[in-house]
């Protein structure tokens, strides 16, 4: 991911592209899964991620996306939209992976992909100038009551 604009430094961003990298180490094992049919590895591999993603849509929804919708309310939306999609299709997996199961679950992997890619070389980088330090004091509210499971 990227570093050219510092925004890592931060504890709240740095901790958010931690899980970005952990996630999409989670993307990547779920596509090997997808590739051979395995859906086991898919199942638990998508178990995983939605158990790494929750706490992480928690801190973006709850503190980082209102503040910088003040600004971006249209970049905003689009990215609260993708969330609903990885989370419906992670949910969908886990309850009916009748059909085609590993196609559903690749359109879903490449949302997260671009998505991920929008956050760290778009969103991030915009916080440093959007987030005001209350903003990034309820950041850390958040985290601390929802955690992580990378951190």
């Avoid at 671009?114 to 950041?139: M, R, V, Y």
């Amino acid at each position: 991911m990227c570093e050219y604009c510092g925004c890592q430094a931060l504890q709240t961003i740095d901790e958010l592209t931690r899980e970005h990298d952990a996630a999409l180490e989670h993307v990547r094992n779920a596509e090997h899964a997808a590739a051979a049919g395995d859906l086991p590895a898919a199942l638990a591999t998508c178990a995983a991620l939605g158990l790494l993603l929750a706490p992480h849509t928690a801190v973006e929804e709850e503190a980082v996306f209102p503040a910088l919708a003040r600004e971006h309310p249209a970049h905003v939306a689009v990215l609260v939209d993708e969330h609903r999609i990885v989370h419906g299709a992670l949910a969908e997996l886990a309850a009916d992976a009748s059909g085609a199961w590993a196609q559903r679950l690749r359109d879903a992997l490449a949302v997260l992909r671009a998505h991920i890619a929008k956050e760290q070389d778009g969103l991030f980088p915009a916080s440093l100038t959007s987030l005001t330090t209350a903003d990034w004091e309820q950041a850390e509210r958040v985290r601390r009551r929802v955690g992580s499971t990378v951190l």
